[in-house]
């Protein structure tokens, strides 16, 4: 994509969470383009260092970090390295996030006379529903609790966060990541607000149905052809597609850069083909 060189964010530092995934991988890869300095953060070192070798061997500046978004001292000890190759952060993205199975339902309805060994929302773990509460929610306070710190007073600064067409309307079966993804809309908003006076602006995106490595075997069957939940995903996209992870870039662009978002603070944009305005009929 062009779209990332129309910025510059030159000797700005980009601080991203979840780097070693395949979406906030690529959103670093674009955003390196811009001549920022590129952290990135996961738990999973080799794949952040993967990604982060890929934008050096493009020329850009990118380094991984190994980081718990759910430890403080982790996040600071990733923080204070930081500063030390690059200086302190500007821009904050939280994409560490995700589901687990341990939270989620066989069934879309609850029904008399189910199949036997059907897990239902009665069945569901305390355990997976926690870990999705706290890698969702906690693993975007904590890391904003540590880096925000640096970027009181800077010009340019920005938080944006990751939140989900399942924040606006809960999706079946996934009640803990709809939930989770919600109350990062709400602290999202919360943020902008107690930020305000401080120069720290904080949005979200809310991307809509995007084919990824995780969700590949719940979209397609082996012969390529849509699930029967993949089915009503296209059904309620008015644009009847999936979307693509370029499409991600030009929102968070948007949302970055002060000479197109200065006045525009706790908003959620959706990025979704429609599908949150769509009502079905």
């Given at each position: 994509m062009q779209i990332s060189s129309n910025h510059n964010f030159e000797n700005?530092?980009?601080?991203?969470?979840?780097?070693?995934?395949?979406?906030?991988?690529?959103?670093?890869?674009?955003?390196?383009?811009?001549?920022?300095?590129?952290?990135?953060?996961?738990?999973n070192f080799e794949q952040a260092n993967t990604f982060a070798q890929q934008i050096v061997e493009q020329g850009?500046?990118?380094?991984?970090?190994?980081?718990?978004?759910?430890?403080?001292?982790?996040?600071?000890?990733?923080?204070?390295?930081?500063?030390?190759?690059?200086?302190?952060?500007?821009?904050?993205?939280?994409?560490?996030?995700?589901?687990?199975?341990?939270?989620?339902?066989?069934?879309?309805?609850?029904?008399?006379d189910l199949p036997e060994n059907t897990k239902t929302f009665f069945d569901l773990e305390t355990s997976g529903v926690?870990?999705?509460?706290?890698?969702?929610?906690?693993?975007?306070?904590?890391?904003?609790?540590?880096?925000?710190?640096?970027?009181?007073?800077?010009?340019g600064a920005c938080i944006i966060n990751i939140s989900s067409?399942?924040?606006?309307?809960?999706?079946?079966?996934?009640?803990?990541?709809?939930?989770?993804?919600?109350?990062?809309?709400?602290f999202t908003q919360w943020l902008a607000v107690h930020f305000s006076k401080v120069g720290i602006r904080c949005n979200a995106i809310a991307p809509g149905f995007l084919v990824s490595n995780q969700n590949r075997a719940l979209l397609f069957n082996q012969d390529g052809t849509p699930t029967?939940?993949?089915?009503?995903?296209?059904?309620?996209?008015?644009?009847?597609?999936?979307?693509?992870?370029?499409e991600l870039v030009g929102g968070i662009l948007f949302l970055m850069d002060d000479r197109y978002s200065s006045f525009v603070n706790g908003v959620v944009l959706p990025i979704d083909g429609g599908f949150s305005a769509y009502s079905g009929v």
């Open positions: 700005k530092v980009i601080v991203i969470t979840g780097a070693g995934g395949v979406l906030c991988g690529f959103l670093a890869k674009e955003l390196a383009k811009t001549k920022a300095k590129i952290a990135l953060l996961d738990i850009g500046v990118a380094k991984a970090y190994q980081t718990n978004v759910l430890e403080l001292d982790s996040i600071r000890a990733s923080n204070e390295q930081i500063k030390q190759d690059f200086g302190s952060c500007d821009i904050l993205i939280n994409g560490a996030g995700g589901n687990s199975p341990k939270a989620t339902t066989d069934n879309e309805f609850h029904q008399f926690e870990f999705v509460f706290n890698l969702n929610y906690l693993g975007t306070l904590l890391p904003t609790q540590v880096f925000a710190k640096e970027m009181l007073g800077k010009q067409m399942n924040a606006f309307t809960p999706l079946t079966k996934i009640p803990a990541y709809s939930g989770a993804k919600a109350a990062i809309s709400n029967a939940r993949a089915n009503k995903i296209l059904t309620n996209t008015p644009m009847a597609r999936f979307g693509e992870a370029e």
